[in-house]
């Protein structure tokens, strides 16, 4: 998970589990619940704030109700930071997937967002409505990126490409209050979705399972985006036992925030602490939230009788068949050199560094970044490389723009308190999609630490 992604569940978490520590533990209502594929205690606590669609008989009507909020305890979109906001008029694919359960057909929904991107949304439709189920309900919901949809940065023929996209519906549990009101709730239900669009080349599409045996197959038109989707069901057993252990981290930490509380510990200190005390005194959740890891996978054939994984365990790495990668742009040959003014606070093993430039070439884009990072020795020992991870830019920047970075003690710190002696050199770079911390370089500062 990244850092930005981690702070916004850190925001979400503070108000509802902060919330609930003095009053007996009421799940908020969410229409829809991505089980994520990182878990831990963190995912543990997430559940508080969303929830999954409520089964529902094929014998009924299917209703549209009033727009879902599922974006609403995430920070509001910007269209010159982040993933932007929905760009253009968002469109749902032709391609229908019956529901295993009995319920409105399945599609997959694409639109454009402000900072370069290609979002696609997987959901269900009735009347031309396309949202998530909330009982016999659908509620329809907004186009945003990163939000409630995921975005890549390859595209042909206005669709996105993004190969091998994978979520888990989960009816019931501690997150779905819709069936069981504030009582606790056994899973009852749960799907595997399977989803992409792998570009104008691809012709079907293989569901292959964890123990290698090959599913449902579907023809897909290139033509549209080569689209596929399945909607499979699944076994809910490991679902509830991972429901149930959860429960009780929940209530658990509940009582750990009343006890900080009570000693006058609040705010962002009681939530970490309280998680890191759980952790220490208690079963420790699974990496897996509780779900052994599924290993299951697509295989697509594309036009010339070509076959490849492309999601699970596995899948091809190298670009698609029909999707050549674009060619550099002049905004990737443009010279990135800038000079850096860097200032220091502090001695040289303990300091706090600032670094500044000029934006060389303007970002306009989320995968476009500016970044830093630091080599060096790093640990306790001071034996091992400084952490790969750094800064980045996450907004747009205007060419000629100020860039600020501060660099402070713990990145690549012995004990998060001084640096390792030796040679250390920070790095500004410029990436432009090839990943958040690799690119060409804009400058560079060294600096030693005495033995």
């Not at 229908?96 to 057909?105: E, H, I, T």
């Not at 694409?110 to 309900?137: A, D, L, N, W």
């Not at 050199?337 to 600032?354: C, E, H, K, N």
């Not at 001071?382 to 980045?392: E, F, L």
């Amino acid at each position: 998970m990244s850092g930005d992604a981690f702070d916004r569940l850190e925001v979400q978490l503070r108000g509802a589990v902060v919330a609930h520590a003095t009053a007996p533990v009421r799940p908020r209502s969410r229409p829809w619940r991505h089980v994520p594929r990182r878990g831990g205690l963190l995912a543990a606590a997430a559940a508080l704030l969303v929830a999954g669609g409520g089964a529902v008989a094929a014998t009924h009507v299917w209703k549209v109700g009033p727009p879902a909020d599922d974006t609403k305890y995430l920070p509001k979109p910007s269209p010159d930071a982040g993933a932007g906001v929905a760009q253009g008029q968002a469109r749902i694919l032709a391609l229908r997937v019956p529901d295993p359960l009995g319920g409105p057909p399945w599609a997959l929904r694409i639109f454009g967002s402000t900072r370069g991107g290609s979002c696609v949304q997987v959901g269900q439709v009735v009347r031309g409505r396309f949202g998530r189920m909330q009982g016999e309900v659908l509620r329809p919901i907004a186009a945003v990126p990163g939000q409630n949809s995921l975005c890549g940065f390859v595209a042909r023929n206005g669709y996105p490409v993004l190969r091998g996209l994978r979520t888990v519906q989960v009816t019931g549990g501690m997150g779905d209050p819709h069936q069981c009101g504030a009582s606790a709730c056994p899973v009852t239900a749960v799907r595997t979705i399977r989803y992409g669009l792998l570009g104008p080349s691809a012709r079907s599409a293989t569901y292959v399972d964890a123990d290698g045996r090959r599913g449902p197959t579907t023809a897909i038109d290139g033509a549209g985006g080569g689209a596929y989707l399945f909607v499979l069901r699944s076994d809910p057993a490991p679902y509830e036992a991972r429901d149930r252990r959860e429960r009780g981290n929940q209530a658990r930490m509940a009582a750990e925030l009343r006890r900080l509380h009570k000693a006058g510990v609040t705010g962002p200190t009681a939530l970490r602490r309280a998680m890191r005390d759980v952790l220490a005194t208690g079963p420790r959740p699974a990496m897996t939230i509780g779900v052994p890891r599924i290993r299951d996978g697509v295989d697509a054939t594309f036009a010339g009788g070509t076959t490849l994984r492309v999601a699970g365990h596995g899948r091809t790495g190298g670009p698609l068949p029909g999707v050549t990668r674009p060619s550099t742009t002049t905004t990737n040959k443009a010279d990135v050199r800038a000079p850096l003014t860097v200032t220091r606070r502090g001695t040289v093993a303990s300091a706090r560094f600032t670094v500044r430039f000029r934006a060389p070439v303007a970002i306009m884009r989320a995968d476009h970044h500016y970044t830093l990072t630091l080599t060096g020795l790093a640990g306790s020992r001071c034996d091992r490389p400084s952490p790969a991870g750094g800064q980045a830019t996450t907004r747009n920047v205007a060419r000629g723009e100020a860039v600020t970075f501060t660099v402070r003690r713990g990145l690549g710190s012995r004990d998060g308190e001084t640096y390792c002696p030796g040679a250390h050199t920070l790095r500004v770079g410029y990436s432009s999609g090839s990943g958040p911390f690799a690119g060409r370089l804009v400058g560079s500062y060294a600096f030693t630490v005495p033995g």
